[in-house]
């Protein structure tokens, strides 16, 4: 298994597991048009704990890529509405809000790359 391979598996492992630490700084992150925050808080830490797991084995390696990648484009909206709501964020520099968009494409890359790079 490749280092890229091990850190972004524990990376999404880490983040899902902070879904369950901290949920509340997750739901503050939801827009207001999707339902259920809390309970999709939760799920999206399980998936993120699942896939991260999945990136470690090499028969899920590349399955769990995807998943990676689908939920990263699921998960978009709540760093736009970060970077639309400002005010609720004021540890966080505007700058930092805005990075957090392209930072999306970033990931989807990386986790690409993950699941196409040779074993």
């Known amino acids: 298994m490749s ?3 091990i850190v972004m598996g524990g990376f999404y492992v ?3 597991v902070n879904h369950f630490l901290k949920p509340t700084l997750y739901v503050r992150m939801m827009p207001a048009w999707l339902p259920a925050h809390r309970a999709l808080v939760l799920i999206s830490g399980v998936a993120e704990v699942v896939l991260g797991l999945g990136v ?3 028969l899920t390696r590349v399955w769990a890529c995807w998943g990676v990648i ?6 978009f909206p ?4 970060m970077f639309q709501d400002p005010d609720q964020w004021p540890g966080i520099p505007r700058w930092a809000l805005a ?4 930072l999306q494409g970033v ?3 990386w986790a690409w790359w993950v699941a196409v790079s040779p074993t």
Do not use: H
């Open 56 to 58: 470690w084995f090499p």
């Open 107 to 109: 990931l989807i890359a």
């Open 70 to 75: 689908a939920l990263l484009i699921a998960v």
């Open 99 to 102: 990075l957090r968009l392209p």
């Open 14 to 16: 880490a983040a899902g």
């Open 78 to 81: 709540a760093n736009l509405t």
């Open 3 to 5: 280092a890229s391979a």
